[in-house]
């Protein structure tokens, strides 16, 4: 039987591990196109949930335990003028909540399970998709900005400037505990990442005009909030800053013919959650798991309903999801007005145990309960 061929574009962690993944179905053929000397640029982590976690280590053999830092506490503050409310902490005593990864070293190792997969990697920059024409599927990984999307879609995606950016880097500390934390400040929402012994990084969202105003001295501004909300008088060193610009973009139309949009070009999320690649991770479960149901029936993928089932399946928690993130970005945006009485509801938070069930839950599944 000839082989199904499928092309991934981009080797950002959604193509590298799209490839990966589908790349073990039976009757596929992968082939990966991706820009020159791109890697090992990327000086961020990625916090994913335990059911991502495993769903990683069950398809790529070679990441090992030691890439990947669990997490079995996350603690989340709320600042006031006069304190900073311990409002959620989250906690499993048998399990790991969550797992921090550094996205350069895995894609590295994502880069090596590619060739010993025998993964074709074709380096160029792809401009034209009709060069594309002889594959079953086409899955594009461009990110979330790439023109070539309006060749497949005219429908408009659900968008919003945050006019915010994301400053992320990676500190280095003698702490003896280090929890997992989100702390909501009056700049802007900024979470700790322990990814190894001594090191966490952070990514702190704050407004754009902050980030301009202060960029020249941005090391030592976010040097002092860190040592300022983790109570600490020991020496910190801060390294690799970098920072993003956060939009929201939430795509309505996934897939023309046989050609369908995968990560962040399907959804562009706040940070504030970390949930932008484990609904990537989630989509590509899903996708693996219809590309292996028509492989395996022996039906043509470019001709089957694969990527209409993809859509109907995965569209209303990407929807559901990415509006839910954008919702509790809005929620403790700083708001005179509204300020008081959200130190009521996250005083109240703290004591309602259903919530806290339920804050597990959905950022461990989603919304696939
Ligand atoms: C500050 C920040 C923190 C985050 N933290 C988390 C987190 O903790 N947890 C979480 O789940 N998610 C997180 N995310 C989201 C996560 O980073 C992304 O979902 C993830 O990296 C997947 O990105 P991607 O591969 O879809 O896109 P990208 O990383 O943008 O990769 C796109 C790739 O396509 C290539 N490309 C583009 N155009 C072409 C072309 N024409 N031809 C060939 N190649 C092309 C580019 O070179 C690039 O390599 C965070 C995001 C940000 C901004």
């Not at 105003?213 to 800053?241: A, D, G, P, R, Y």
């Not at 005083?347 to 309960?369: A, P, R, V």
Request: hydrophobic share 35%.
């Amino acid at each position: 039987m000839t082989k199904q061929r499928i092309c991934i574009v981009g080797d950002g962690l959604s193509g590298l591990m799209t490839a990966v993944v589908l790349a073990k179905v039976p009757g596929i053929e992968v082939n990966l196109i991706a820009k020159k000397g791109t890697n090992n640029v990327d000086k961020r982590t990625t916090a994913i949930s335990d059911t991502n976690y495993k769903f990683v280590n069950q398809n790529i053999t070679s990441l090992g335990q030691k890439l990947f830092w669990p997490s079995k506490k996350i603690e989340l503050f709320y600042e006031t003028a006069k304190e900073k409310i311990n409002f959620l902490n989250l906690h499993e005593a048998n399990s790991n909540l969550m797992y921090v990864f550094e996205n350069d070293k895995v894609k590295n190792v994502l880069l090596k399970e590619i060739s010993k997969n025998k993964i074709k990697l074709i380096r160029k920059d792809l401009n034209n998709l009709d060069e594309l024409k002889k594959n079953d599927l086409i899955i594009l990984c461009i990110g979330g900005q790439s023109k070539i999307y309006n060749n497949i879609t005219k429908i408009r995606s659900i968008k919003k400037d945050y006019k915010e950016i994301a400053i992320t880097g990676y500190v280095k500390h003698n702490l003896k505990t280090l929890n997992t934390s989100q702390f909501f400040l009056k700049e802007g929402p900024l979470a700790i990442l322990p990814f190894s012994k001594n090191y966490f990084s952070f990514v702190w969202s704050v407004k754009k005009y902050f980030f301009e105003n202060n960029s020249k001295k941005i090391t030592t501004l976010v040097k002092n909030k860190i040592l300022e909300i983790l109570k600490n008088k020991q020496e910190i060193t801060i390294s690799n800053i970098q920072s993003y610009p956060i939009s929201l973009s939430i795509r309505r139309q996934y897939h023309q013919k046989n050609t369908l949009i995968l990560g962040e070009g399907l959804h562009t999320i706040h940070p504030v959650a970390g949930q932008g690649f484990n609904l990537v991770l989630r989509d590509i479960k899903k996708l693996k798991e219809i590309v292996k149901y028509y492989a395996g029936l022996g039906i043509s993928i470019k001709t089957s309903y694969a990527l209409n089932d993809f859509y109907n399946s995965r569209k209303p928690e990407n929807t559901i999801m990415s509006l839910g993130v954008d919702a509790t970005h809005s929620f403790f945006k700083q708001n005179k007005y509204l300020d008081p009485f959200k130190e009521i509801i996250v005083k109240n938070i703290k004591n309602n145990e259903t919530l806290k069930k339920f804050s597990k839950i959905i950022s461990n599944q989603g919304l696939s309960l």
